[in-house]
């Protein structure tokens, strides 16, 4: 089982839509990352959290260190969101990799 | 900042061939991860290197081996490949644990 799940795994919505993605985690952490992979292969780090939530233009991330859990959020989405969304957290035992959900799939349609 | 940069983008060997992939950081980063991502997976951690030293390791065979250089570069090298290893593979760059990472956009190696 993985350390890391997120859900859903697919998602599509229409534009201007409020997309929420969500992520739990079974280890203890000392970061969470939330990522974006367009096709292709390039993947661009959005937030790390370690505790409460972050914003950043139509971006916001929440995480609840208590129950292993943060969900990104995307405000009046566009179709240049359409995009893989990963989590990842660092394990706090382990101090180095980056253990990594399988992404959620979006597709924002016009 | 300069980001990171992966060459090749994308790669074709055979079966029981080497290869090496090349990685170069942001300027400033000392600490470089390289990771494997299978289609439809996310990525699996294979090592991290800190001012030129191995200081951690994912549950991948000795075949896969790396380099740091001073100048904070980095190789993946993959010894005796198997058509598993096709795979897109990625490196990221740090300053420290305390930061974030910066991406490369990946080498894709096909192993045919």
């Known amino acids: 089982k993985n350390e890391v799940e997120q859900s859903p795994q697919n998602l599509t919505a229409q534009e201007g839509e409020f997309i929420t993605i969500n992520c739990s985690y079974s280890v203890g952490i000392s970061a969470l990352h939330w990522l974006q992979q367009h096709p292709g292969g390039g993947i661009v780090s959005l937030f790390m959290?370690?505790?409460g939530k972050k914003k950043h233009g139509r971006l916001i991330a929440t995480i609840n260190i208590q129950e292993k859990h943060s969900s990104l959020h995307i405000t009046a989405s566009h179709p240049r969101d359409s995009a893989v969304y990963i989590c990842a957290v660092r394990d706090s035992n382990s101090g180095y990799a980056l253990n990594f959900g399988k992404g959620t799939s979006l597709l924002v349609t016009p | 900042e300069t980001g990171v940069t992966q060459s090749p983008t994308h790669l074709i060997k055979t079966r029981g061939q080497q290869v090496t992939l090349r990685c170069s950081s942001q300027s400033g980063h000392n600490t470089v991860s390289w990771y494997q991502q299978a289609l439809g997976q996310g990525p699996q951690f294979i090592f991290q290197y800190y001012r030129e030293e191995e200081n951690g390791r994912g549950n991948f065979p000795p075949r896969f081996s790396g380099l740091q250089f001073p100048n904070y570069s980095s190789e993946l090298n993959v010894n005796a490949l198997e058509l598993d290893d096709s795979a897109l593979y990625l490196c990221?760059?740090?300053?420290?644990?305390?930061?974030?990472?910066?991406f490369g956009s990946g080498t894709r190696l096909t192993v045919v």
């Open positions: 990221a760059s740090s300053r420290d644990s305390s930061h974030g990472y910066t």
């Open positions: 959290l370690s505790s």
